[in-house]
């Protein structure tokens, strides 16, 4: 029997200015979803978890709370980004072109924008990208840069469930 490795995540050296990656996986956000984050977070405006006063609002019904969303697609982007990531540097230009809705289901990409070496850390690059979050009509819903830090070729720490 052999044993296959899984995909390990993209190394500094990966990226390359222009690069789109497609996030693969969409997520559809369940009342729970918004409601849990909005008390998690102890964000108390009602148009989030009170379904009533919400119908009173232009919306007609409760808006996800824009922070899950924010989480939601930068999470999305983990698989192809920052898996060997080393920290978030910052999210900056975090624009919201349409509200989400309880039941729509959020889709993602990433383009490069920026890549620098780490001028106090030899072992890791810096990587910007701009990231969009569109929902089931392909209408954007969020739009944000993030710099973050990444391993580079040959440094990334060894995870306690892979074996050597």
């Known amino acids: 029997m052999a044993i296959k490795q899984g995909w390990t995540g993209r190394v500094f050296e990966d990226f390359t200015i222009g690069d789109v990656y497609q996030h693969p996986l969409g997520r559809t956000v369940l009342d729970a979803d918004n409601i849990w984050f909005t008390c998690l977070t102890m964000n108390t405006n009602p148009i989030h978890f009170d ?18 969303t924010l989480s939601l697609v930068t999470g999305q982007s983990v698989t192809d980004l920052t898996m060997n990531g080393v920290a978030n540097l910052g999210w900056d230009e975090v624009r919201l072109p349409h509200p989400v809705f309880e039941g729509d289901t959020i889709y993602s990409s990433s383009e490069v924008l920026e890549l620098r070496e780490s001028k106090s850390r030899p072992k890791v690059g810096i990587v910007r990208v701009k ?23 040959g440094h990334v720490p060894k995870s306690g469930h892979r074996q050597a």
Do not use: H
């Not at 379904?51 to 919306?59: K, Q, V």
């Not at 990231?131 to 070729?153: A, L, S």
């Open 131 to 153: 990231t969009t979050g569109v929902n089931q009509d392909r209408t954007p819903v969020i739009e944000f840069t993030r710099t973050f830090m990444v391993w580079k070729r």
């Open 51 to 68: 379904g009533e006063y919400a119908a009173r609002t232009e919306f007609k019904k409760r808006l996800v709370n824009s922070c899950f």
